[in-house]
């Protein structure tokens, strides 16, 4: 069985930094692209970021590129999103997917990020 | 970037039939993958590759493209499909995933 558990989400200020863990199992990490989709409070799903099975390639939503960087560790079966450069605007719930054939078959139950002062 | 628009509401009567919209320009010369969300879950896959069910989806549910517009259909509506549903495809030109501003399914 798929089982993706996101942490890291925490309040964090304006301006500052997160790294958003998700670890996987239950399937051969390496060999699936990965994905984060984040929801704000009352709104839809964004897709964020993705990264390929092997990690050389990164792909970003215009509206984090530069301030996001995903990453993953295989050998840790785990997959990262950095977060900098805060804003109000990036409060939400951020989800883990794996991503293969251009669509998110397993997802993990999220985990939230507040954006406050 | 790529955009898809979907009714914000749909309502139907229980074991009628549901449609929801997913419009787009030349959409049908993409793959359109469908999401069911229900209050404080994570999104499910439903419907993938516009009209493949993943296991453990019911038959009851299907989904076509064509043209401009991308539809998923759930056929005899129960209580418990009353969600929010999803259109995603991957933009190839940006690279980017995009998603459908989302539709409530209200079982009336």
């Known amino acids: 069985e798929v089982q993706l558990m996101e942490s890291g989400g925490d309040l964090a200020q304006p301006g500052g930094s997160l790294r958003l863990s998700c670890a996987a199992s239950?399937?051969?990490?390496?060999?699936?692209?990965m994905t984060w989709v984040r929801q704000a409070p009352g709104k839809g799903l964004e897709w964020v970021s993705a990264?390929?099975?092997?990690?050389?390639?990164?792909y970003y939503a215009d509206s984090v590129r530069g301030r996001f960087t995903i990453s993953r560790d295989n050998s840790k079966r785990t997959l990262f999103l950095h977060i900098s450069g805060l804003r109000a605007e990036d409060t939400a719930v951020y989800y883990c997917?794996?991503?293969?054939?251009?669509?998110?078959?397993?997802w993990g139950q999220g985990t939230l990020v507040t954006v406050s002062s | 970037s790529y955009v898809m628009n979907q009714p914000p509401s749909v309502s139907v009567a229980p074991g009628k039939t549901a449609t929801i919209t997913c419009g787009g320009n030349n959409i049908g010369s993409k793959s359109v993958h469908w999401y069911q969300q229900k209050p404080g879950q994570a999104p499910v896959l439903v419907i993938y590759?516009?009209?493949d069910r993943p296991s453990g989806i019911p038959e009851r549910f299907s989904g076509s493209n064509s043209e401009n517009t991308a539809t998923l259909t759930i056929s005899r509506v129960e209580a418990g499909d009353e969600a929010d549903y999803y259109c995603?495809?991957?933009?190839?030109?940006?690279?980017?995933?995009?998603f459908g501003g989302g539709t409530t399914l209200t079982v009336l």
């Open positions: 990264i390929s099975g092997g990690g050389e390639s990164t």
């Open positions: 997917a794996t991503s293969s054939g251009g669509f998110f078959a397993d």
């Open positions: 239950g399937f051969t990490f390496e060999s699936f692209g």
């Open positions: 590759y516009n009209s």
């Open positions: 995603q495809v991957w933009d190839a030109g940006s690279e980017h995933r995009v």
